[in-house]
């Protein structure tokens, strides 16, 4: 009988490990920035409120601990392309949204299925600049076996790459 990762392990226990082996792998390198890819990998409870809540508190305290900046990214379940990016697409529970500083998405046009956007959907410090009416767009490049982002357009309104209903997001 095959077992799952969680019947054969605990899972508060594998977060707990994860954060404190990243934690040690940034002090011997004198890290400043600490990229998580992914967070539904790091926290397998990202729905449930209080558990994904515990999570961040530890990953806050780490950032905290050590000085370091925290670049968290998050996937989108799937969504219809017309409507636009809003906090509530955002993977996971609500209580994840809250202890972000600033949340970014980068959408998928709806009218060329080769752009894509990046929106501001949250922000605690500073102001919005790329809201839903300057979003920033790109085209997907390949140069030297490597794919990419080309900037097009900085000032975009967000209704046309995402759709044609106009809503605000």
Known sequence: ??????EKYDIKDFETNVIRNIEL???SENAKIIIIDNLTYLCNSSE????AGMLM???MEMKRKLGVSLLILAHTPKRPLTNPI??????GSKKLYNFFDSVFAIGKSARDGNLRY???IKVRYGEYDYDSDNVLVFEL???HSFLGFCLQRNRYRAAA????NGQRG
């Open 1 to 6: 009988m095959c077992q799952s990762i969680s």
């Open 57 to 59: 508190m530890e990953l």
């Open 118 to 120: 990046v929106k501001q």
């Open 141 to 143: 490049k390949k140069e």
């Open 48 to 51: 449930k409120g209080d558990l």
């Open 161 to 164: 790459s995402e759709g044609t």
């Open 86 to 91: 809003t906090q509530n697409d955002l993977a």
């Open 25 to 27: 792998v940034a002090i």
